[in-house]
C-alpha cells in the first residue's frame, strides 16, 4: 500500500512527457500577484466512472469547479466515489465519460501541477526527510543548488527544518505526514489532492495539522481538493464542502461554508454549518440504506418465488 501510495505520488514527476525545462516551475512558492490571473482553476465536468464489474457507476455525472485558491472538500458515505473522483483529478484513472482540465488544459495523465497526499505518507524509509522531499526534484532534473533551496523552503513551510536529516522512522506520524505534504509543495502544483491525509493520525496531532494546512494554504493559495470523513474537518479547512451521495457517487449538494480564516473549531458558526452537513450525511445513508434494504426485499421476492429461499443461496451473493 505504502509503494502503491508512492509510486502514484511520484508519477506525476517521472511519467509526464514534457520538455525538462518545463517540467518543474523553478519559482518555489510564490504567492500568485493580484495582477496575474491565478493558476489553479479545476473543473470537473459531467464526469462518470463505473469500474468493471460493478453494475452501477462508483460516480455519475459529476460535475464540481474549484476555482482558483478555493480549498475544497468532499464529504460522503463510504463507497461514494470521493477518492475516485481524486484519482480521475489526478489523471491516474480515466473517466468513462466527461472531462477533467485544469486552467483550460484537459488531464489525461498524471503531472506535476497536481500533487496528491494520501492517508498513508510513503516516504521511502531508507532516504532521509530531505531527501524524500528532493526526489521529485530530482526525478524532474532540476539542478542541485535549486533542488537544495527548494527543499528547505518546504521543509521550513511545514516547520521541519531541524528534521531534514532524519529517516521516516526517526520522526513521529504527524511529522511523517508533514514531509509527505512538504513534498507535494516542493514541486508547486498548481492543484494539491489530498485523500484523507489526517485520517490516521491522533487527535492532537490532527488539530496540529490542520493548523498548519490552514496556514500553509493562506501563504501559498494552492488551490486544494481534500477527501475527509470528518465533517468537523471539511467545515474547519473548507470554503465549499462537497456532499456526495452514493451508489451511485454524485454532487448532493455543495455548502460554502462563509465564516472567516483562521476558524475557531469550537466555535458556533463552525458548529451550525458542521451541523447541515451532518444531516445531509444522515440522510443520504438513511436513503442509501432504504434502497439497500428495498435490493434485499426484492431479491428474497425474487428466490421465494422461484423456490431458492434456502438461506443458504444468500450467502452466495456478498451481500
Ligand atoms: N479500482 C477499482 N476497481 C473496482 N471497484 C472500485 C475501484 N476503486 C473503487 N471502486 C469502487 O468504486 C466505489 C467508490 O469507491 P471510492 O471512490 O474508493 O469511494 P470513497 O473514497 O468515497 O470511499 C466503491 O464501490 C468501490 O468499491
Ligand atoms: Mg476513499
Not at 468493471?52 to 462508483?58: C, I, K
Not at 492517508?119 to 524524500?132: K, V
Not at 498548519?212 to 488551490?223: A, I, N, P
Not at 438513511?286 to 438461506?311: K, S
Request: with cysteine; aromatic share 4%; charged share 25%.
Amino acid at each position: 500500500m505504502t509503494f502503491g501510495a508512492l509510486a502514484r505520488t511520484l508519477s506525476a514527476a517521472i511519467t509526464t512527457p514534457v520538455p525538462r525545462a518545463t517540467r518543474v516551475s523553478s519559482a518555489p512558492y510564490r504567492a500568485p500577484s493580484t495582477k496575474e490571473p491565478r493558476p489553479g482553476q479545476l473543473v470537473i465536468d459531467s464526469v462518470s466512472k463505473r469500474f468493471p464489474g460493478s453494475l452501477t457507476p462508483a460516480v455519475d455525472g459529476v460535475s464540481l469547479t474549484c476555482e482558483p485558491g478555493e480549498f475544497v472538500v468532499l464529504v460522503g458515505p463510504s463507497g461514494c466515489g470521493k477518492t475516485t473522483i481524486l484519482n480521475i483529478a489526478a489523471g491516474m484513472v480515466r473517466p468513462d465519460a466527461g472531462s477533467v482540465s485544469l486552467d483550460g488544459c484537459e488531464v489525461t495523465a498524471p503531472g506535476p501541477d497536481r500533487a496528491m497526499v494520501f492517508q498513508e505518507h510513503g516516504l521511502f524509509p531508507w532516504l532521509t526527510a530531505a531527501q524524500n522531499v528532493a526526489f521529485g526534484l530530482r526525478m524532474a532534473g532540476v539542478a542541485k543548488p535549486e533542488r537544495a533551496e527548494r527543499v528547505s523552503n518546504a521543509l521550513r513551510m511545514v516547520h521541519l527544518a531541524h528534521v531534514g536529516g532524519k529517516l521516516p522512522h526517526e520522526l513521529s506520524g504527524g511529522m511523517r505526514q508533514r514531509i509527505a505534504i512538504a513534498r507535494a509543495l516542493v514541486m508547486n502544483p498548481a492543484v494539491l489532492l489530498m485523500d484523507e491525509p489526517f485520517a490516521a493520525l491522533d487527535a492532537q496531532n490532527r488539530s496540529l495539522l490542520h493548523e498548519q494546512l490552514q496556514e500553509l494554504w493562506l501563504q501559498t493559495r494552492k488551490t486544494v481538493l481534500f477527501v475527509t470523513h470528518s465533517v468537523s474537518e471539511a467545515v474547519l479547512l473548507a470554503d465549499r464542502v462537497i456532499v456526495m451521495s452514493a451508489n451511485p457517487g454524485r454532487v448532493r449538494r455543495d455548502v460554502r461554508v462563509g465564516v472567516p480564516y483562521p476558524r475557531d473549531p469550537e466555535g458556533r458558526d463552525v458548529a451550525e454549518v458542521a451541523k447541515l452537513i451532518r444531516k445531509e450525511i444522515e440522510d443520504e445513508v438513511t436513503r442509501v440504506n432504504a434502497e439497500l434494504a428495498e435490493a434485499l426485499r426484492r431479491r428474497r421476492d425474487r428466490q421465494e418465488t422461484a423456490g431458492l429461499d434456502d438461506p443458504a443461496a444468500e450467502l452466495g451473493g456478498g451481500i
